[in-house]
């Protein structure tokens, strides 16, 4: 030791005096300030207003610090329900993940990064920021960094947040391939052609698994399963989940409304997942549903349901009501099943075979059909009253609103014009139109006159015009209706 040290005079450690009256080069805590850098990570702070409660942020911690807490006064709503995140600091940290991954932005990280308390579980935090919490956060001139807690803490002090710009996932979903307007205009050919396996797994793998999309839903349908199905190749699973809750997924993965994207949270930062068309694809990618699903009713109740009303709620009560056992009969004017979907939404949308694939698996069951059978008519309705332990009714609207101005009646009603053309012999059209509205049905109609202008007067000039009342950002027609109508030259 000696040796390696050589010899030191006694008067050495004395050296270090010299330092005693040079002024230091740390500060005296507490009682002189430094702010941590302007992206520190410390304490959350949560924007409730913000927050849709998804849970993204808990699932991703890889401390599992996060729970989700549910909040009596917040009235959950379809995109939003009333959890908000509660962090455990004796398991975070401060990875800053929980803030990357949050969909709307609204949790971060604060410059914050004391907690006195004598308390031992004082450290677990129902995160807030100084909106939702304003009495515990304060001024500069109030704050004192002897108090320093969760509970006594600086306000406008944040530190790590997100870019909205940037996401731990695909913000684009992928493309979905359609019949160019030029050639769709021409016929009644399909117009969206669905994705392949390849594409569907690749927009599965977008999907956070929150589960707002439930909510949403009508029918709350097990989306993210079914998703998540799709993700992992096993479409058969995918199509039993779906099952569970909606007995028509052909038809609904062409043409129902999407509530569901309209509230995903890959949609803040980016676009929703397309949760409609990813049902498609796990409808048209199963052959034969029967032996897939492998269902079968339970024992016989021998309760007797007429159901009147071959559309969506008709299907679906015969369906459910056949599966517990109940003998099952529906009646229908039409030559088949859908209701409005089979005179409705023109063949460029929902073709005849994408909903008799769905109207034929029911009857499988052992569902019985009377098509072409109007009650009142061919079957009274004291009858089925008598014959019948319970009657549904799903009649739906088929008739046309009218604007009862002077010579509407020389008009043709909407729904005539689309029923005719879809099931009936059809419209003999002008080569110049005018359709009156500005929503869905009127989107349809224009688009549908269009291409029988061009099926009875190929290669002639046609026009087909829409007015409506309200201007294009109120027009109540969907965006992608009327970009498609624009792009076909309506």
């Avoid at 932005?105 to 909106?131: M, N, P, Q």
């Avoid at 997924?249 to 980016?270: D, F, L, Y």
């Avoid at 799903?394 to 029923?419: D, Q, V, Y």
Wanted: aromatic letters at 8%.
């Amino acid at each position: 030791m000696e040796e390696r040290m050589g010899k030191v005079s006694f008067l050495s450690p004395f050296k270090a005096i010299k330092y005693l009256f040079q002024k230091p080069r740390t500060f005296l805590f507490p009682f002189q300030k430094r702010d941590a850098s302007k992206r520190y990570r410390g304490l959350h702070l949560n924007d409730w207003e913000k927050c849709t409660g998804c849970g993204n942020c808990a699932d991703i911690c890889p401390n599992q610090a996060i729970t989700m807490v549910k909040i009596p006064e917040i009235k959950p709503e379809p995109g939003e329900k009333n959890e908000r995140p509660q962090i455990d600091y004796g398991r975070c940290c401060f990875c800053g993940l929980c803030v990357d991954i949050c969909p709307p932005g609204s949790l971060r990280l604060s410059r914050d990064y004391l907690h006195i308390d004598h308390a031992t579980d004082s450290f677990v935090y129902l995160a807030k920021d100084e909106k939702t919490d304003r009495q515990h956060f304060f001024s500069e001139n109030e704050y004192s960094i002897f108090k320093a807690s969760l509970s006594h803490r600086k306000e406008k002090f944040e530190g790590f947040v997100s870019d909205l710009n940037y996401t731990l996932f695909e913000p684009e979903r992928v493309p979905m391939k359609e019949v160019p307007p030029e050639e769709r205009k021409l016929s009644f050919i399909e117009q969206v052609l669905g994705y392949s396996r390849e594409e569907a797994k690749k927009e599965a793998e977008r999907c956070l698994e929150c589960k707002l999309c439930e909510d949403a839903c009508p029918a709350h349908l097990k989306i993210s399963d079914y998703i998540k199905a799709i993700y992992e190749g096993k479409e058969e699973e995918s199509l039993r989940k779906i099952f569970e809750d909606n007995p028509i997924p052909s038809i609904c993965g062409r043409i129902c409304m999407a509530h569901c994207e309209k509230v995903c949270s890959a949609g803040i930062r980016g676009e929703p997942l397309a949760i409609r068309w990813l049902k498609r694809y796990t409808a048209d990618s199963i052959k034969d549903y029967k032996k897939v699903l492998e269902q079968k009713p339970e024992a016989a109740t021998g309760k007797k349901v007429a159901v009147i009303g071959a559309g969506p709620s008709g299907l679906s009560v015969a369906y459910f009501l056949r599966l517990k056992g109940h003998s099952i009969t529906v009646f229908d004017s039409l030559g088949g099943g859908g209701g409005m979907m089979r005179i409705g939404p023109p063949l460029y949308r929902l073709p005849i075979e994408a909903i008799d694939k769905d109207v034929n698996y029911i009857s499988s069951l052992g569902v019985e059909f009377r098509f072409n059978t109007t009650v009142g008519k061919d079957v009274m309705f004291e009858e089925i009253l008598k014959e019948y332990d319970a009657v549904y009714l799903g009649i739906g609207t088929t008739i046309s609103r009218s604007t009862k101005i002077k010579n509407s009646e020389k008009c043709i009603p909407a729904l005539l014009f689309l029923r005719e053309n879809k099931i009936g012999k059809g419209f003999k059209v002008g080569k110049e139109i005018i359709v009156i509205g500005g929503g869905n049905v009127a989107m349809d109609v224009a688009r549908e006159a269009l291409r029988c202008q061009n099926m009875q007067y190929p290669g002639e000039k046609v026009v087909t015009k829409t007015v409506s009342l309200e201007d294009w950002d109120i027009m109540p027609a969907s965006e992608e209706e009327i970009e498609d109508a624009k792009a076909e030259g309506i």
